[in-house]
């Protein structure tokens, strides 16, 4: 009886040790993940608030009837078009970077 008791305290003391380890190592997969995720939200509402910019600019240009107004909203609305198309290229570099980051991690190595 008391062979079981102390096979299941060992067990349980083992299981224990190894779930607190699994969750350092994971907390740190899990900080870097989240700051990641943070920053994509960031980005993402930013670029939310860009495409309604450039919503905007269109309507703008679309009921402007002034050629030299026209000309100043064209150009404008090309450089909230510039901006736009350089955040959507920094967030493909930031997946590309954390898809290497993600195939680089151990866990992903047999």
């Avoid at 919503?55 to 000309?71: G, H, N, R, W, Y």
């Avoid at 510039?82 to 930031?94: C, E, I, N, P, S």
């Amino acid at each position: 009886m008391n062979t079981r008791i102390f096979l299941a305290m060992t067990t349980c003391f083992a299981v224990n040790l190894a779930a607190q380890q699994a969750q350092t190592k994971g907390k740190m997969g899990v900080g870097m993940m989240a700051d990641h995720m943070s920053d994509m939200k960031g980005e993402h509402r930013e670029m939310a608030q860009l495409v309604e910019k450039i919503t905007q600019s269109f309507a703008a240009i679309q009921a402007e009837k002034d050629p030299a107004v026209l000309s100043k909203k064209l150009a404008d609305h090309a450089a909230l078009l510039k901006q736009l198309d350089a955040k959507v290229q920094a967030g493909t570099k930031m997946m590309e970077k954390m898809e290497k980051e993600d195939a680089a991690a151990p866990e992903h190595k047999h």
